[in-house]
């Protein structure tokens, strides 16, 4: 059974970089046709994706947020993590880490494990 | 403001069956068959319940059924239990520009 957990700081001051990182168990990060993806959900609001990598490292990002945002893979570590730069209040929201996989064994139609998320409040 | 609209509450009674719309535009619910929907208690990790318009995955009851119809997805619960309280959200591939967009899910009350 696939697991992923997302851990890192729960408050970040305005301007500053968020960086959190999601565990992986049950699996390999780096085989098979999966993408990790970052999804966040400020309070009160829907889900938001913000974007994903691909097992070999590929990247692609939302467009709102594809100037600050960056997602790396750790394989040594089975993890992956998102930064987000020159944080602002609208940026405080619940982060969840999913794995993204397709009925056809390529490319992403769906999100089929997801952590339980993390709050993350942009605060000075 | 989500891409994808939902209404924000549904309610029914146990046994009883509920749908929960989701309406897009010609650039994600319509032009692609790959619609998904999650069910999400609360603190806990969202739960994949329909995949690729109307696939349920295995372990899903099929108590949960879904569709399409133009730019509107549909999810039908029935037999409603319980359990069945929780937050459902909708989610759409959108293209290689907007990618992968959501709805602003809606909370199902089982009175």
Same mark, same amino acid.
């Given at each position: 059974?696939?697991?992923?957990?997302? @851990?890192?700081? #729960?408050?970040?001051?305005? /301007?500053?970089?968020?960086?959190?990182?999601?565990?992986? @168990?049950? #699996?390999?990060?780096?085989?098979?046709? !999966? !993408?990790?993806?970052?999804?966040?959900?400020?309070?009160?609001? #829907?889900?938001?994706? $913000?974007?994903? $990598? !691909? /097992?070999?490292?590929?990247?692609? !990002?939302?467009? @709102?947020l594809k100037s600050r945002v960056t997602i790396s893979l750790d394989t040594s570590g089975n993890q992956f993590s998102l930064g987000l730069d020159s944080v602002t209040a609208a940026d405080t929201a619940v982060y969840y880490c999913a794995r993204g996989t397709s009925a056809m064994g390529r490319g992403m139609a769906y999100f089929d494990y997801w952590g339980q998320g993390t709050l993350v409040a942009v605060s000075s | 403001q989500s891409a994808l609209t939902q209404p924000r509450s549904v309610s029914g009674s146990p046994g009883q069956s509920v749908t929960i719309s989701c309406t897009g535009t010609s650039n994600d619910v319509s032009a692609y068959n790959f619609v998904s929907w999650y069910q999400h208690h609360p603190g806990k990790a969202p739960q994949l319940l329909i995949y690729d318009v109307s696939q349920r995955p295995s372990g899903v009851p099929n108590r949960f059924s879904a569709s399409k119809s133009g730019n509107t997805a549909s999810l039908l619960i029935s037999g409603l239990q319980a359990e069945d309280e929780a937050d459902y959200y909708c989610c759409s591939y959108a293209g290689t520009y907007d990618l992968w967009v959501f709805g602003g899910g809606t909370k199902l009350t089982v009175l």
């Open positions: 059974q696939v697991q992923l957990q997302e @851990s890192g700081p #729960g408050v970040v001051k305005p /301007s500053q970089t968020l960086s959190l990182t999601c565990i992986v @168990s049950g #699996g390999s990060i780096s085989s098979g046709n !999966y !993408y990790w993806n970052w999804i966040r959900q400020p309070a009160g609001e #829907g889900l938001e994706w $913000i974007g994903r $990598i !691909y /097992s070999r490292g590929s990247t692609d !990002y939302s467009p @709102s | -």
